[in-house]
């Protein structure tokens, strides 16, 4: 198992490796000029010269991707406003409109993105799993009916309506007003400031996890395994429960990594609607300013938590079906 895991993690590392070197010269290697596009139409040439030195614009393409990488690794120094400043490791270089060391910005924004994903992530897997599988235990009976039912409803309606509906009527007396306080100061500030986020994501979400856990356990409960532990006399609660969801786990993890990071980078519209300074929002706002060094950063922290999620469903998957790993 210790070899697969390690084959994985380097084929994580390449592919990560290969997404900064892409990243890299879709923004900065661009035919446009690049410091003239972060610093305006109304720049001096002065300052158009800075931004070049700062991004190492002035020197040949391998050397600056090396530059950079080599920030992310050990830190480098760079000027800035006529000083040199050390970028301590991992350096992502320099916000230009507030002079501030990009992972710095995405260091405050990230604490928000993953609070929202990883809280709504959970709503909508427990809920989503115990309702599927009720549905699939209960198969054809009125139970049944009214979870797809109620499930196809809700996914009929964008997403984008459901948040701004209950941002609108919810937030405004039967709902904590929607928040950001750090966990470390104060975790109840935390959990309701966020409390109207999670469930309009969890909620949603789970429409969906209701319909795959659902498929997913009928099938299970229709495998050569689960009919011998009821010739058995095994209880049917721990036939479902113990013998048929971890079969039927498989396939929902999947779609569970993958979602947590798809919703990691598409956070904007749950953000936006509720006022939570995380990942979506300070990228639009880069994006508004022409700041590519964050928005170089974002797009490197993007490709970060994907490989990273799909690394730890690559794990789970050895613990929850062991044939994987001797494939």
Same mark, same amino acid.
């Given at each position: 198992?210790?070899?697969?895991?390690?084959?994985?993690?380097?084929?994580?590392?390449?592919?990560?490796?290969?997404?900064?070197?892409?990243?890299?010269?879709?923004?900065?290697?661009?035919?446009?000029?690049?410091?003239?596009?972060?610093?305006?139409?109304?720049?001096?040439?002065?300052?158009?010269?800075?931004?070049?030195?700062?991004?190492?614009?002035?020197?040949?393409?391998?050397?600056?991707?090396?530059?950079?990488?080599?920030?992310?690794?050990?830190?480098?120094?760079?000027?800035?406003?006529?000083?040199?400043?050390?970028?301590?490791?991992?350096?992502?270089?320099?916000?230009?409109?507030?002079?501030?060391?990009?992972?710095?910005?995405?260091?405050?924004?990230?604490?928000?993105?993953?609070?929202?994903?990883?809280?709504?992530?959970?709503?909508?897997?427990?809920?989503?799993?115990?309702?599927?599988?009720?549905?699939?235990?209960?198969?054809?009976?009125?139970?049944?009916?009214?979870?797809?039912?109620?499930?196809?409803?809700?996914?009929?309606?964008?997403?984008?309506?459901?948040?701004?509906?209950?941002?609108?009527?919810?937030?405004?007396?039967?709902?904590?007003?929607?928040?950001?306080?750090?966990?470390?100061?104060?975790?109840?500030?935390?959990?309701?400031?966020?409390?109207?986020?999670?469930?309009?994501?969890?909620?949603?979400? /789970?429409?969906?996890?209701?319909?795959?856990?659902?498929?997913?356990?009928?099938?299970?409960?229709?495998?050569?395994?689960?009919?011998?532990?009821?010739?058995?006399?095994?209880?049917?609660?721990?036939?479902?429960?113990?013998?048929?969801?971890? /079969?039927?786990?498989?396939?929902?993890?999947?779609?569970?990594?993958?979602?947590?990071?798809?919703?990691?980078?598409?956070?904007?519209?749950?953000?936006?609607?509720?006022?939570?300074?995380?990942?979506?929002?300070?990228?639009?706002? /880069?994006? /508004?300013?022409?700041?590519?060094?964050?928005?170089?950063?974002?797009?490197?922290?993007?490709?970060?938590?994907?490989?990273?999620?799909?690394?730890?469903?690559?794990?789970?998957?050895?613990?929850?079906?062991?044939?994987?790993?001797?494939?």
């Amino acid at each position: 198992m210790l070899f697969y895991i390690l084959r994985r993690l380097v084929s994580a590392i390449s592919v990560v490796f290969v997404t900064i070197v892409a990243s890299y010269a879709l923004f900065l290697l661009a035919p446009t000029d690049p410091a003239g596009t972060i610093c305006g139409p109304k720049c001096t040439p002065d300052k158009v010269e800075e931004i070049t030195k700062n991004l190492n614009l002035d020197k040949p393409a391998v050397t600056q991707i090396a530059d950079y990488l080599k920030g992310i690794v050990v830190g480098r120094d760079m000027e800035l406003g006529g000083t040199v400043r050390h970028c301590g490791a991992p350096c992502l270089g320099y916000s230009f409109p507030t002079s501030q060391p990009v992972t710095k910005i995405l260091g405050n924004a990230l604490p928000v993105t993953l609070s929202i994903v990883l809280g709504g992530a959970i709503i909508y897997s427990v809920v989503g799993l115990l309702t599927g599988t009720l549905a699939a235990r209960y198969r054809s009976s009125t139970l049944d009916r009214i979870a797809v039912g109620t499930s196809l409803v809700v996914n009929s309606v964008p997403y984008f309506v459901v948040a701004l509906l209950v941002a609108l009527y919810l937030t405004r007396g039967f709902l904590p007003r929607p928040e950001w306080h750090p966990f470390d100061q104060n975790p109840l500030l935390w959990a309701t400031g966020l409390l109207a986020a999670w469930l309009t994501l969890g909620l949603t979400n /789970a429409a969906s996890y209701t319909r795959y856990s659902r498929a997913s356990m009928i099938e299970s409960l229709g495998q050569d395994f689960v009919r011998t532990a009821r010739s058995k006399g095994i209880s049917e609660r721990r036939v479902v429960y113990r013998h048929g969801v971890r /079969a039927a786990l498989t396939p929902v993890v999947t779609i569970l990594g993958l979602d947590v990071a798809y919703q990691f980078v598409n956070t904007l519209f749950t953000e936006s609607i509720f006022g939570l300074p995380g990942l979506g929002v300070m990228t639009l706002r /880069a994006f /508004a300013q022409y700041d590519l060094p964050v928005l170089l950063g974002s797009v490197i922290i993007g490709a970060v938590v994907l490989v990273l999620m799909n690394l730890i469903v690559d794990i789970i998957y050895t613990v929850l079906d062991p044939r994987v790993r001797l494939g």
